[in-house]
């Protein structure tokens, strides 16, 4: 549903798209960071890679879509990087301790708030 979402908001007409106040590029920084926490916290450590790699390719994959539908969206290498610059923040926080939240989330609700790391 978050991959729906993030789709359906990366591929409106410019025209539709809400303004934040933010600049683009942080836009798409803050988006991918959020992203791969959210991946992060359902999937374990020896499956991060798979998540960064599914993320980059997916940002990749709208920049192309959107460079084709001629409807006020072009693509761009810059939020390519300003993708992976969010995907590295997200890993690197996911390794730093935010990365198991769905497991730790499930064992406060059992009643055991500790979870072992894989």
Same mark, same amino acid.
């Given at each position: 549903?978050?991959?729906? +979402?993030?789709?359906?908001?990366? =591929?409106?007409?410019?025209?539709? =798209?809400?303004?934040?106040? /933010?600049? &683009?590029? =942080?836009? $798409?920084?803050? +988006? ?5 926490? @959210?991946? +992060? ?5 020896? *499956?991060? @890679?798979?998540?960064? /790699? !599914?993320?980059? =390719?997916?940002?990749?994959? #709208? ?6 539908? $001629? ?6 290498? *810059? &939020?390519? #990087? ?7 923040? !997200?890993?690197?926080?996911?390794? +730093? !301790?935010?990365?198991? @939240? ?5 064992? @406060? ?10």
């Amino acid at each position: 549903m978050v991959i729906v +979402a993030m789709l359906i908001v990366c =591929l409106l007409p410019a025209t539709e =798209l809400p303004n934040t106040g /933010l600049n &683009d590029k =942080l836009e $798409h920084t803050t +988006a991918y960071v959020l992203l791969t926490l @959210w991946f +992060a916290g359902l999937y374990p450590r020896s *499956r991060y @890679w798979v998540v960064a /790699l !599914g993320l980059f =390719l997916m940002g990749v994959t #709208i920049e192309f879509a959107q460079a084709a539908m $001629h409807m006020g969206r072009q693509g761009d290498v *810059r &939020d390519v #990087i300003a993708n992976s610059a969010g995907i590295a923040a !997200g890993i690197a926080l996911a390794f +730093a !301790g935010l990365g198991g @939240w769905a497991q730790w989330i499930d064992g @406060w609700t059992r009643g055991r708030a500790t979870v072992k790391p894989d």
